[in-house]
């Protein structure tokens, strides 16, 4: 298996943030602004559940690839590290999913 995290990928899109929008597609959608990364990332994930809808496992990677992309542009636009989302989601492996939702429709 790879070493290659997200923690990697989240340090290129910010070394790529700050090359010139005609060398990057990274720079070039961050200077077309917060709607358009946001536009992106709502596209990709359109269809990354159609992938998963469909079953196309090939498909689903490729798509499952462009919303992590898309996801940390999206992070680096609104300078939301990555470790406050790390940092979140290990908050919540305190409980279950289920014991989550039974605390917010009680
Ligand atoms: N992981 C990615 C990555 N995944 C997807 N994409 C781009 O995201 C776009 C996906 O959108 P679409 O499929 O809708 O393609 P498109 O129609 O060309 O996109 P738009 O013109 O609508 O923006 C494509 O242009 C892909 O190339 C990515 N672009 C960059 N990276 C990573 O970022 C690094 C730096 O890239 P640059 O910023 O271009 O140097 C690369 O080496 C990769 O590691």
Do not use: N
């Not at 898309?70 to 989601?89: G, I, K, N, T």
């Amino acid at each position: 298996m790879s070493g290659f995290s997200l923690d990697d990928l989240a340090a290129i899109v910010a070394a790529r943030a700050a090359a010139t929008a005609e060398t990057s597609y990274t720079r070039s959608l961050i200077e077309a602004g917060p709607a358009r990364v946001a536009k992106k990332l709502g596209e990709e994930g359109v269809e990354a559940a159609l992938a998963t809808a469909s079953g196309a496992k090939v498909e689903l990677v490729a798509e499952a690839a462009d919303v992590l992309y898309h996801l940390l542009v999206a992070l680096r636009v609104r300078e939301v590290p990555l470790s406050d989302v790390m940092a979140e989601l290990e908050r919540r492996t305190a409980q279950s999913g289920l014991q989550e939702k039974a605390s917010r429709t009680r």
